[in-house]
């Protein structure tokens, strides 16, 4: 037996060790502020360099976070108040995408210009996601159906393997390969290119949340009751449930690390929280601060992001406020 595979378990149990006995109110490290009044939708690059965020003064703002400042503001075509509900960046940085209700839009991110808008042919859009280099799109609709468009082909595809309405939606970074969560207490894992189920992972109650690993090992399914599961996508099998004892819990965002060891989870509670994958067992948490003038307290999180070395988690959420959470003692 090698004496790596100790090692690391080593590293592991003391790196919890070490930030699982800090206090779980602790304040964020930086926090500034990207909507004055709030946000209707927020999403972090995989490499948290960026930050889109929808607002009703601000329209659709590009932020770039390493340097906190304004990289573009944009206007969602012909959205009503500018609300535009829905956003999403390739994991390459190339290309981002906004959606309303009925139309969503594509903007280079290099360019800073749209390549258009287009409206859906029926239904209403409940959530989107993007390939890398913009090429491949994915739209989950209320009807059910879940589309994937080609935009260098113009070829579409139609998932109608669920029987209800579309909660959440997440695409490979290749474009490949598609998770999709709905009502009918499924998410299915399916081939792009032929539309075929690969898996198929059953919830006791409505699928509210679907997730990659950024590499493919991985994806991650919640429901809105008790079932938070990480599947292992070459077998299909389970690799672990989150615990928790509360009634039930309700993720608003996910994020993997780059290792595929951590999770991230953000909550409509304010709830920030990192899990480890192989035990389900919460390490750490947090709340995001609500906005000063919000009664009840509360804030939606709209997305995470680790960083580079995973010392610190970055967050969007519905306060407006895009703020750094410590992981690592320093």
Partial sequence: MTEFPYNRFILFALFFLLIGCQDPTAKPESSYEHAVE?????????????????????GVSLWD?????LKYQWSHQGAEHN???LTAIA??????????KEKFGIW??????????????????????????????????????????DRDTGRRIEFVGHQE?????????NGFYALSGSNDYVAFLWDTRSGQVVYRFNHPSRVSKVAFDPKGR???????????????????????????TSRQQIYSAIRFNKDATLLATGSPSRK???????????????FVTPRKDSRPKSAVVYSIAFSQNDTKLITESSSGLVETWQIKAK
């Fill in 91 to 100: 994991p390459d940085n190339s290309y981002a995408m906004t959606a309303d």
């Fill in 165 to 173: 309405k579309i909660n959440s939606v997440a695409l490979s970074p």
């Fill in 272 to 286: 920030l929280a990192i899990w480890d994958i192989q035990t389900g067992k919460q390490i750490k948490k947090w």
């Fill in 218 to 244: 991985f994806a991650f399914t919640a429901d809105s009751q008790k079932q938070a599961r990480v599947w292992d996508l070459k077998t299909g099998e389970s690799v672990s449930r989150l615990i928790y």
């Fill in 83 to 85: 609300i535009t509900f």
């Fill in 108 to 149: 280079n991110i290099e360019t800073g210009q749209s390549e258009g808008f287009i409206k859906i042919r029926e239904s209403t859009i409940r959530d989107i996601a993007i390939s890398n280099q913009g090429r491949y799109l994915l739209i989950g609709k209320t009807n059910g159906k879940v589309v994937h468009v």
């Fill in 65 to 69: 976070l390493e340097k906190n400042a």
């Fill in 38 to 58: 709030g946000s209707y939708a927020a999403t972090i690059s995989d490499d948290g360099k960026y930050s889109l965020v929808s607002s009703i003064h601000h």
